[in-house]
């Protein structure tokens, strides 16, 4: 059965490129251009993985995570931040609103995949 990711993320072209790499290499995606959506998105669809930015109108990504993170029907679901944001103090407030890793774009695929793959082996169900 093919693991299933969750993409939440406000660029189109960030979302159909993950999409594309994603499915090329036999995993389920699904997206959401907002956190709002995300939310509903992670509740219904019980990913395997969240790949979450942080700059997005509305609900940013630390208050996504952290939602997800405090809700006992998602607090499971291993979540990435995926972001332009590189410096020191976004990745300390990503690891407190929760996630459990951090990859700043642009990103390689190696790398992706390789936190990818370590997230859902570590997941219990």
Do not use: W
């Not at 189109?12 to 036999?26: C, E, S």
């Not at 700043?104 to 169900?125: A, C, D, E, S």
């Amino acid at each position: 059965m093919a693991k299933k990711i969750l993409i939440i993320d406000d660029e189109p072209d960030v979302i159909d490129t993950l999409t594309f790499m994603l499915k090329a290499r036999n995993f389920e995606v699904v997206s959401a251009p907002d956190g709002l959506s995300g939310l509903s998105l992670a509740k219904a669809d019980k990913p395997d993985l969240i790949l979450l930015d942080i700059m997005m109108p509305g609900m940013d990504g630390y208050e996504v995570c952290s939602k997800i993170k405090t809700d006992n029907a998602t607090k499971h679901i291993p979540v990435i931040m995926l972001t332009a944001k590189g410096e020191g103090e976004a990745v300390t407030k990503a690891h407190r609103s929760g996630a459990n890793d951090y990859i700043v774009k642009p990103f390689n695929l190696p790398t992706l995949l390789g936190r990818l793959n370590k997230y859902i082996k570590q997941q219990k169900r």
